[in-house]
């Protein structure tokens, strides 16, 4: 290494470990959602590039004064927003050893440690979520990745690897159908629309009033596109849907699928890291009909983003769809090793199975469930505050993390547009304070607010203090 990085790396590494420390230690000072007007930012920024090298003093200066107040702290324990991104102490680390290695993981000769550790922390993970043993699993960077890459198997098998090679033609093949749940996640018609079948071609199925798809409503649609000369081809179940963390059921689903031979994908990104509790284990009632099943464990596992957990039956139904083969990535071990770049869409991969080897090591099982089992815990707390007090209205079952609700006080008699700018307001000022951040969504047209207990330091005073500021702020409403 040149003298010059070796001196900025003691001096400064030691001062940035200091700083995430620090941070870390003091992250309940920072407003959790960032106070700043769009292209606040950008406006402190020099809008050309330096000809001259700059001191990594200047650099960590601006990164400390401009950088961080224009963040949104996702790691604040008062973080109830989206689903959480959460992260850990092993984790970073990791990813700093990552960093170090450098490696571009695409292939087994490329960084065989790389390779195996992944085979096998994902075959951990496969014990721990009590998946089936046929079950195989990689790292892919997302769960929207996970379910384009499930869509295109799909495509695939369905027709014998013919839009593989010819493309999509007119009238041939037929018609693919993908069928969903109306609740189901954005990345599923993004995904539609990638892998070539269009938008018309995604059927959403009614879901019942717990949002969970109704599994008779898949059939007929199934039964209709059938007699018209479709060819069904992937059915997406989602385990804890984005909006309210409903439950689409498994066991009925996969038996449709299984009956008309359709591809069986299941996305549970935030939910499926529930099922390492054996209490929560039904959940996953059902996923040993699925081909394909994606959670993130770059969501609720406590390993930064990006780290999404893609398991199938058949691993060759990734390899037969991706595999490539340029003389250049040719090498001799090709029979007796696993090339992670045929298992999905890029060809790089980074080194992510080092940070959630570390993760697992670092908590365990044991420590993993204590955690997640406190966050169920302080969500039905947080139910039972919302049931007690009749100014609120609870929008949809609470199935793990997830409270979904809205201020709707039954003396006042609000209409629809008054309650969602009413909750609007509520919602706004709850973020303005810096204290505490909930986002929403709509469920069956209204307006609803969600709170996600899942940040890796979520505790119940943190709970607490969220409720306390709703019940002061329902006060002015
Ligand atoms: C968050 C989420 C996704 C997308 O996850 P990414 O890893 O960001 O692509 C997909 N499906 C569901 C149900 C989600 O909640």
């Given at each position: 290494?040149?003298k010059?990085?070796?001196?900025?790396?003691?001096?400064?590494?030691h001062?940035?470990?200091?700083?995430?420390?620090?941070y870390?230690?003091?992250?309940?000072?920072?407003?959790?959602?960032a106070?700043?007007?769009?292209?606040?930012?950008?406006?402190r920024l020099p809008?050309?590039?330096?000809?001259?090298p700059e001191?990594m003093e200047?650099i960590f200066n601006?990164f400390?004064h401009?950088?961080?107040?224009?963040?949104?702290?996702?790691?604040h324990?008062?973080f109830f927003a989206?689903?959480p991104?959460n992260?850990?102490?092993?984790?970073v680390?990791?990813?700093?050893?990552t960093?170090a290695?450098?490696?571009?993981?695409?292939?087994?000769?490329?960084?065989p440690?790389a390779?195996?550790?992944?085979?096998?922390?994902?075959?951990?993970?496969r014990?721990?979520l009590?998946?089936?043993d046929n079950?195989?699993?990689v790292?892919q960077?997302?769960?929207?990745?996970?379910?384009?890459a499930?869509l295109?198997?799909?495509?695939?098998r369905?027709?014998?690897?013919?839009?593989n090679?010819?493309?999509f033609?007119?009238?041939?093949?037929?018609d693919?159908?993908?069928?969903?749940s109306?609740?189901?996640?954005?990345?599923?018609?993004k995904?539609v629309?990638?892998?070539g079948?269009?938008k018309?071609n995604?059927?959403?199925?009614?879901?019942?009033?717990?949002f969970?798809?109704?599994?008779?409503?898949?059939e007929?649609a199934i039964?209709?596109?059938?007699?018209a000369g479709?060819l069904?081809?992937?059915?997406?179940?989602t385990?804890?849907?984005?909006?309210?963390?409903?439950?689409?059921?498994?066991?009925p689903?996969?038996e449709i699928?299984?009956?008309?031979?359709?591809?069986f994908?299941v996305?549970?990104?935030?939910?499926?890291?529930?099922?390492?509790?054996p209490?929560m284990?039904h959940l996953?009632d059902?996923i040993?009909?699925?081909?394909?099943?994606?959670?993130?464990?770059?969501k609720?596992?406590?390993?930064?983003?990006d780290?999404?957990?893609y398991?199938?039956?058949?691993p060759k139904?990734l390899?037969?769809t991706?595999?490539?083969?340029?003389?250049?990535?040719?090498t001799?071990l090709?029979r007796?090793?696993?090339?992670?770049?045929d298992w999905?869409?890029?060809?790089?991969?980074?080194?992510?199975?080092l940070?959630?080897?570390?993760v697992?090591?670092?908590?365990g099982?044991?420590?993993l469930?204590e955690?997640i089992?406190?966050?169920l815990e302080l969500?039905?707390?947080?139910?039972s505050w919302?049931?007690?007090?009749?100014?609120?209205?609870?929008?949809a079952?609470?199935?793990v993390?997830l409270?979904?609700?809205?201020?709707?006080?039954?003396e006042?008699s609000?209409?629809?547009?008054?309650?969602?700018?009413?909750?609007?307001n509520?919602?706004d000022?709850?973020?303005?304070?810096g204290?505490m951040?909930?986002?929403?969504?709509?469920?069956?047209?209204?307006f609803?607010?969600?709170?996600?207990?899942g940040q890796?330091?979520t505790?119940r005073?943190?709970?607490?203090?969220?409720w306390?500021s709703?019940?002061?702020a329902a006060?002015?409403?």
């Open positions: 290494m040149l010059v990085d070796e001196e900025i790396f003691l001096k400064y590494g001062e940035f470990i200091d700083w995430i420390a620090d870390m230690d003091h992250i309940e000072d920072y407003p959790v959602m106070k700043v007007e769009p292209g606040e930012i950008a406006s809008t050309a590039p330096p000809d001259e001191s200047a601006d400390k401009i950088i961080v107040p224009g963040m949104t702290h996702w790691q324990p008062s989206y689903f991104a992260s850990s102490a092993p984790s680390l990791a990813e700093l050893l960093a290695l450098g490696a571009q993981c695409m292939i087994w000769q490329t960084s440690a390779t195996e550790l992944e085979e096998v922390v994902m075959d951990w993970l014990q721990m009590n998946l089936p079950f195989c699993g790292i960077d997302t769960a929207s990745t996970s379910t384009l499930a295109l198997c799909a495509r695939e369905v027709t014998n690897f013919d839009v090679l010819h493309g033609k007119k009238g041939s093949p037929r693919l159908i993908i069928y969903a109306e609740e189901v996640h954005s990345s599923i018609e995904g629309k990638i892998a079948f269009g018309d995604l059927r959403l199925i009614p879901a019942g009033p717990d969970a798809m109704l599994p008779e409503e898949l007929k039964e209709n596109d059938k007699k479709r069904p081809c992937c059915v997406v179940a385990v804890g849907t984005t909006s309210s963390t409903a439950m689409d059921p498994l066991k689903i996969g699928c299984e009956r008309h031979r359709i591809w994908h996305d549970g990104a935030l939910a499926g890291t529930a099922a390492i509790l209490e284990r996953l059902g040993e009909h699925a081909d394909s099943f994606v959670f993130n464990p770059h609720w596992m406590f390993t930064n983003f780290c999404s957990a398991f199938c039956k058949d139904s390899t037969s991706f595999e490539i083969l340029p003389e250049y990535l040719k001799d090709d007796r090793v696993k090339n992670f770049r999905g869409i890029p060809l790089g991969r980074r080194f992510r199975a940070k959630l080897w570390f697992i090591r670092h908590f099982i044991k420590g469930r955690k089992r406190t966050h969500a039905r707390e947080f139910e919302l049931r007690e007090d009749p100014r609120f209205e609870l929008m079952p609470v199935s993390n409270v979904c609700f809205r201020y709707n006080p039954p006042r609000l209409t629809e547009e008054e309650l969602e700018n009413i909750n609007k509520l919602m000022e709850l973020n303005r304070s204290n951040y909930v986002t929403h969504t709509k469920l069956k047209e209204k609803t607010i969600r709170l996600v207990v890796t330091n505790g005073e943190h709970v607490q203090r969220a306390a709703i019940q002061e006060k002015d409403l």
